[in-house]
């Protein structure tokens, strides 16, 4: 065969088998519960850990598998959240996973199985308890150093030791040991886990910085000694400079770091960062210090986190859109963002069937149902503010709630602990989240009231849901919450008491 035809056969043969090593291999998630019910997945976009955009929804029948396909890049994590379990779950995927995901949410129990299944439960287990569980131990090794001044010897100390004797260094090791998780696996758990108490350090050293701890005001002096350790702490870590951080679980706290670095630049230094940033980020503009691709992860999560609420988006919204079209066209994050901006304008638009009682008039749940709106109504009463974040994020199950307090004969109240100056916020809210009902902030009275009657004396916490009949009796001072729709729906059937 002639040398020439010889080359390109061999060339072809190449590129096929380059093709077929690199085509992406199939990410299966399959998910199986013991009841109905709806699951909401956030998956990676962009590549990043998405904790907030709900990427898409699946219907669960009960005892019946359920293939959902991942789009995972090499690796990556998968949010998701359920009925009994709102915040989202995280677990960790490489691409060509199969993984089983077994939920039983009236026992509040997840049974995880395929892949790396042990490393996975760990993870998921550790990550579920949440960082402030570990918290705890390192500030006190941070407290116990500091007194009229500060013992730097003695918290080099405490720090070194704490870090050697992190529990989960052995458990993951022993995982990998017993052949629960393989090589690869282990190397990413462990980078995650050190990233969690990279994070917590960050958090000891601004409260340090800050005089958070055993109320203790720092000098000058001893502030930039707490900064170069943070600093160094951080220079050391070659996991900081090889990896892409944006796709890790524990990312969220990397602008504690930027916040302080910049506290620390002189005047002048401040001065042109605000200059240029300061229009665009407001508060934010500290974050001009990080590259490029943790601004778009800090900016683009904490901008679905806001948008999809209706918290107020930085300085101005539209210079803040201009600036994600120009800096990174073409990622998908800045599509979804821009088309949120643009929703939130046209909901801001509407109009929503909502009346409006004065509140001074109301001092507790009897002179509420004398108000000519409400006479003769068995109300349930939502309390809320404008500022509670878990109280926005069940206005998304207004449609299905409402639906059920028709079928039950009751006349929604939402009553907000706003106070007077947030009155146009309040307002703005009802609108965003088409809160068809009747509304109120709550009188001085009313807040008294509140404690005594719903709360023990204490203060007053939201969300919470309430049952009312006609007369203003209470029903029901702790309804589930509506996102428990068949929770929601029992806890509505309570008979009015006798005369």
């Known amino acids: 065969m002639n040398i020439k035809y010889i080359s390109i056969w061999i060339l072809a043969v190449w590129i096929l088998s380059a093709c077929h090593q690199s085509r992406k291999q199939e990410t299966v998630v399959t998910f199986l519960s013991d009841i109905e019910m709806d699951i909401e997945l956030r998956e990676p976009i962009d590549g990043i850990n998405n904790s907030y955009y709900i990427t898409r929804k699946v219907h669960l029948q009960p005892n019946t598998p359920t293939d959902c396909h991942i789009g995972i890049d090499d690796w990556g994590y998968l949010r998701f959240s359920y009925i009994t379990q709102r915040t989202p779950c995280g677990f960790l995927l490489f691409e060509g996973d199969k993984t089983k995901i077994e939920l039983h949410p009236n026992e509040n129990k997840c049974i995880i199985g395929g892949d ?53 260094k052995k458990e993951t090791r022993s995982l990998l040991e017993n052949g629960k998780i393989n090589e690869r696996f282990y190397r990413i758990l462990s980078d995650e886990l050190r990233l969690g108490d990279l994070s ?37 870590l070659p996991l900081l400079k090889e990896a892409d951080l944006t796709k890790h679980y524990y990312s969220g706290y990397r602008s504690m770091y930027y916040e302080m670095k910049y506290n620390f630049l002189d005047d002048a230094t401040k001065a042109c960062i605000k200059n240029e940033y300061d229009s665009i980020w407001g508060y934010y503009s500290f974050m001009a210090l990080a590259p490029a691709n943790e601004q778009f992860d800090f900016f683009t999560t904490d901008a679905i986190y806001r948008l999809q609420d209706n918290i107020a988006l930085y300085a101005d919204p539209e210079k803040f859109i201009q600036w994600l079209n120009s800096d990174f ?24 069937e909502a009346s409006f009682i004065d509140g001074n008039k109301i001092g507790n749940f009897k002179d509420l149902v004398q108000a000519e709106e409400l006479k003769g109504k068995r109300l349930f009463i939502d309390l809320w503010a404008t500022w509670c974040s878990p109280c926005l994020a069940q206005f998304k ?17 939402y009553i907000s602990v706003d106070e007077d100056k947030n009155d146009s916020l309040w307002r703005e809210q009802i609108r965003f989240h088409k809160l068809a ?45 509506p996102s428990r729709l068949n929770d929601f729906k029992e806890a509505l059937n309570v008979p009015s008491p006798k005369d």
């Open 329 to 352: 066209p073409d990622k998908r994050y800045t599509a979804i963002i821009t088309q949120l901006w643009k929703d939130r304008k046209e909901r801001l638009s509407q109009k929503v």
């Open 116 to 168: 790396n299944a042990a490393g996975k439960e760990y993870l998921y287990n550790y990550a579920r308890m949440g960082l402030g569980n570990h918290e705890d131990s390192l500030l006190e090794l941070f407290a116990d150093a500091i007194k009229d001044s500060i013992d730097f010897s003695l918290l080099d100390a405490n720090i070194q030791k704490w870090e050697e004797n992190r529990p989960y």
């Open 397 to 413: 199950y207004n449609e299905q709630t409402h639906q059920v307090l028709k079928e039950k004969g009751l006349t929604p109240v």
């Open 200 to 236: 917590l350090l960050d958090l000891s050293y601004r409260n340090a910085i800050r005089g958070r701890l055993n109320e203790y005001k720092p000098t000058q002096q001893e502030k930039e000694k707490l900064w170069q350790r943070w600093e160094k702490l951080r220079d050391d």
């Open 437 to 481: 009902g009747y509304h109120l902030r709550t009188s001085h009275a009313l807040e008294d009231y509140l404690k005594k009657t719903i709360y023990g004396g204490s203060y007053i916490s939201v969300p919470r849901y309430l049952l009312i009949d006609e007369k203003g009796n209470i029903l029901n001072n702790r309804l589930p919450l």
